[in-house]
């Protein structure tokens, strides 16, 4: 066996340094039905064993006896001698026992079903002898797996039975002799962890552990001291199910390949029992003699046994008391109850936690109550209250120190202030921040938590400490990062507050600190281009203005980059991560104030935009602009004048350029090309005329007039009424445009002569040539007009003749040709009153309709649609009068009709008299319009 020394360090603790507690209530079970007088039990006792709610019993007569919680007794005959041993297993009802039904030495092992019954008894489902072979020994102890696949038997010679397989049933096990020695065994006890199952077997002078998962059960010493016949015990899953053996002078513990620590108590040991983490260890004074019977398990009677309950874990007696011969300890119902050779049967029951740490709060053991607490598995709130309490105790003595490690063991549980009101004073500051830092660790505090000890650390003036703090988690904050930084920027611990906000990128704390408390406008710019392209651009919008007026060349290249394709200045690994597809390009327009006392890097930064991206935002051209006119109106060399100027010119141009306000830069800086220009582009003739006549450009006007008179023919009765108003000797100038006008005929000679009559400096002789050409042509159209009045005259005298004569005298047919195809006539034909004939297959080919001559149609068709026109018309008058009553403006819905051409005279024949025709149409409109006229002046 290995035992390490650091793996099997013993554990030393003296019996009269074990504080003694009363955890337990004694008192004598009473028989329910004998008025009160104490229970008692069958005589003869010779084993005993608990589960499955109910205490069993084995006496000298063979009878096995069950109690139940009323204190009821069942017995039945096991055996015709005597029990000497009993297991009963915890899950399942099945009992196995050892008794003799002869004399001699011939234990039976008989497994009994507690369930099922044969003629009112419990069944009997397996027997056969305990000793394997025709060797005579007794049984000296009993174990049974609760998988009820292995019961080992010990005996007296020293070796050891296995029965493996179902141990209810003969054909399904097997019996093996797994163990045999020299010294009679004392104890056996199945361990199972996992699927791996483990036998301690003790001896009087050792003990092992067989692993039986393995075929080949190896063994292992354990120790080379063993214990006494009852003295050995398997401790519950809490102890890691340990092998606890009772010594002459040590309880040990073993682990399936080591023993473990040890406790040293005095006084000889009679009995061990582990119960719900308790261990019951039943002493006899040493100067009395101890005579074991290995066939009984009895030991001579001494005048009192000393039982005594142990919690090792928490390293305190909970319950001590003196007995009169103790069979047994068991547990059921839960409870302990003590059996003892009197008769009588005394129940132990625990007092609750809360009672058992009031106890301990009694007398200050704050400690021993947290670990109570913590084996009875108390919740987290109880726990919590009772370091608080220690805590209380320790604050109260003065112990500060140790006060607050208890006070930091509740966060989660308390509620911070109550602690930190208790250490607000100065000098409890160190405790107060320890506090602080743990409810930090804890990811607990608040802002005003971090805030408080931030200003600990600034109090102390403890940088190392707040380095620590700040830089101690690299991938877990257990504080309110924001606050922190506000915290240490107002301290003035600005380096700290810079570092927290970089690390955190909290960019916006980054970039106000530098900019504003540490004026580092080169690392605020530096820190810019390395942010992601939204925050920025954000940035910039806020800082841009700062940055400018101290670091004006790299904020402009920064800015041209932002604007244009974006790609932050990271390391290497950075940009290989970067989506070079994504196009991040912010808005030029938007960065245009930040420039505003920076005119030369503001017109780099939109040369450079109009450049890279020709479809900039309008917001730059005009920017642009207004910065090109600005230099071109300063500007005194003629040289670099002329070159601004075409610049100017080159941006007018551009199709971005918005008219309204590139006209009005223009205008404010009295940019005339630019006017011009854009005047020309706007079809703004008008202006252009007026433009040179405000500069009293007389031949500019004419050139203008020239120019753009065919577009807008007011532009020569503007000039001459310009020239009128001259009072210098424009007579070239009017000259040339009444010229125009003659050969236009632009204006009527009357309104000319009113025009000229302005010009005091005008003689006749300026219009003499002018009005005799009028004159000729006016002549020459009179008689026109006279000589068109007799054609027509004669004309309707000559229709008039033939309607007459048709309406009075026959017709005679005279054509010999078609006029169709202008072959001659033949039978049949087709003769029209208007002289018109035509072979019939003809007429049938060409003619629309059999009542109209087909050479006639197409003049007969347009006077038909006039007459259809001046049907659909007849009713205009009414219509028209109604909206030029509801109309706000009259002449808007003259002007309508003239241009629908509603008073053109179209009526071709005399109309008769009373019908709405055309000219009477003309007439009542004249009419309305005069009154609407006049009613509106």
């Known amino acids: 066996m290995t035992t390490p020394q650091s793996a099997n360090t013993i554990k030393m603790a003296a019996f009269l340094q074990w504080r003694k507690f009363v955890f337990f209530d004694k ?21 005993s064993d608990s589960g499955r709610g109910h205490i069993v019993l084995g006496d000298m007569e063979g009878k096995i006896w069950l109690l139940m919680r009323s204190l009821q007794l069942m017995s039945f005959q096991a055996y015709k001698l005597r029990v000497t041993h009993l297991y009963q297993l915890k899950q399942h009802s099945i009992l196995v026992s050892v008794g003799q039904d002869e004399h001699g030495i011939n234990p039976v092992v008989k497994v009994w079903n507690l369930d099922k019954r044969d003629s009112g008894n419990p069944l009997c489902t397996r027997i056969f002898p305990a000793i394997p072979g025709n060797k005579p020994t007794e049984v000296s102890c009993l174990s049974v797996h609760e998988n009820l696949n292995f019961m080992a038997i010990g005996f007296t010679d020293g070796s050891v039975v296995l029965t493996k397989g179902d141990i209810t049933r003969d054909r399904h096990s097997k019996t093996l002799t797994l163990h045999e020695g020299a010294s009679p065994v004392t104890g056996l ?55 606890i053996v009772a010594g002459e002078e040590c309880v040990y513990l073993y682990q399936p390949d080591e023993r473990g620590p040890c406790f040293a108590f005095d006084g000889h040991k009679l009995l061990v029992h582990w119960h719900r983490g308790y261990l019951f260890l039943l002493i006899r004074d040493v100067k009395s003699p101890n005579k074991t019977c290995f066939s009984s398990g009895e030991t001579s009677p001494s005048d009192k046994q000393l039982l005594t309950i142990y919690d090792l874990d928490n390293k305190f007696i909970a319950y001590s008391a003196s007995f009169d011969d103790v069979i047994d300890v068991v547990a059921e119902w839960g409870s302990f109850y003590i059996l003892t050779r009197d008769g009588k049967m005394f129940v132990l ?53 140790g006060a607050i490690q208890q006070y930091i063991r509740t966060i989660g549980k308390l509620e911070p202030s109550y602690v930190i009101r208790k250490f607000l004073d100065a000098q409890r500051i160190h405790n107060l921040t320890a506090y602080l830092q743990a409810l930090h660790r804890q990811s ?28 101690s988690s690299e991938n877990e904050v257990h504080f309110d990062v924001e606050i922190a930084i ?68 790299g904020t402009t290249l920064l800015l041209k980059g932002l604007c244009t394709n974006y790609q932050p200045s990271g390391d290497a690994a950075e940009k290989d991560s970067l989506d070079r597809s994504v196009v991040n390009k912010a808005n030029s ?38 910065l090109r006119l600005q230099d071109w109106a300063h500007e005194q060399d003629p040289e670099r004048k002329k070159v601004l100027q075409g610049e100017a010119v080159l ?48 031949g500019k006007v004419v050139e203008a007039c020239k120019r753009y008179g065919d577009q807008e023919c007011c532009l020569w009765e503007q000039a001459l009424g310009y020239f009128a108003r001259k009072e210098e000797d424009c007579k070239t100038y009017i000259s040339e445009v009444l010229h125009h006008i003659d050969q236009n005929n632009l204006m009527p000679p009357l309104l000319v002569v009113q025009t000229l009559a302005h010009n005091s400096t005008a003689t006749l002789s300026v219009i003499k040539d002018y009005l005799i050409n009028k004159l000729l042509r006016e002549n020459q159209q009179i008689e026109d007009d006279e000589r068109k009045i007799r054609q027509y005259r004669d004309e309707t005298a000559h229709l008039r003749s033939e309607i007459q004569e048709l309406k009075t005298s026959a017709k005679i047919f005279q054509k010999t040709k078609c006029n169709m195809c202008n072959s001659p006539l033949d039978l049949p034909s087709v003769h029209f009153l208007c002289c018109h004939s035509f072979h019939q297959h003809c007429f ?94």
């Open 444 to 471: 607990l505090a608040n802002a005003d938590h971090t805030t408080l000890l931030l200003n600990c650390y600034t109090k102390l003036k403890d940088s190392s400490k707040l380095e620590e703090f700040i830089k």
């Open 844 to 937: 049938e080919s060409y003619a629309e309709s059999e009542a109209e001559c087909p050479t006639c149609t197409p003049e007969n068709r347009k006077v038909m649609d006039m007459l259809r026109a001046q049907d659909q018309k007849r009713d205009l008058h009414d219509h028209f009068n109604r909206q030029l009553r509801s109309s706000n403006d009259g002449f808007s819905v003259v002007a309508d009709y003239f241009g629908r051409g509603v008073f053109n005279k179209l009526t071709l024949v005399t109309d008769p008299p009373g019908s709405k025709s055309v000219g009477n149409l003309e007439v009542n409109l004249q009419r309305d319009l005069l009154i609407h006229t006049k009613r509106n002046s």
């Open 349 to 401: 029951q625990e007092k609750d936690t809360q009672t058992k740490l009031e106890m301990l709060f009694k007398k200050n053991l704050f400690v021993m109550a947290i670990n109570l607490a913590k084996s009875q598995h108390l919740d987290s709130d109880g726990v919590s209250d009772i370091f608080r309490q220690y805590g209380d105790h320790l604050y109260l003595k003065g112990d500060h120190d």
């Open 651 to 698: 941006l007018l141009r551009s199709d971005n350029t918005v008219f309204d306000k590139a006209l009005v830069l223009c205008q404010m800086h009295n940019f005339k090309e630019g006017i011009l220009y854009l005047y020309e582009k706007g079809k703004l003739y008008q202006q252009i005329m007026h433009y040179h006549m405000q500069n009293e450009e007389y």
């Open 486 to 553: 506000k915290v240490l920027r107002q301290a003035g611990y600005h380096s700290h507050a810079v570092f927290l906000a970089e690390k955190h990128m909290h960019h916006e704390w980054y970039l106000k600190i530098q900019l504003e408390d540490l004026k580092n406008y080169q690392e605020g710019l530096r820190y810019i281009g390395r942010l992601p392209f939204e925050q920025a651009e954000s940035n910039m919008k806020r800082y841009g203005k700062t940055l400018m007026h101290h670091v004006p060349e």
């Open 189 to 243: 006890a199945f361990r199972q962890v996992a699927k791996v199952t483990h036998l301690f077997v003790a001896t009087l002078e050792k003990v092992y552990c067989y692993t039986l998962s393995i075929k080949e059960y190896p063994k292992v010493e354990l120790d080379t001291h063993g214990c006494a016949l009852r003295c050995s015990s398997l401790a519950d899953p809490s102890q890691d199910s340990q092998f």
């Open 589 to 626: 327009e938007e960065f245009i104030p930040i420039f505003a006392n920076n005119p030369r890097e503001l017109k780099a930064f939109l040369e450079h935009m109009i450049e890279v991206d020709p479809r900039s935002p309008q917001g730059v051209y005009d920017t642009l602009l207004e």
């Open 27 to 47: 008192d004598t079970v009473k028989d329910p039905d004998d008025n009160g007088k104490n229970f008692l039990l069958p005589k003869g006792i010779s084993a």
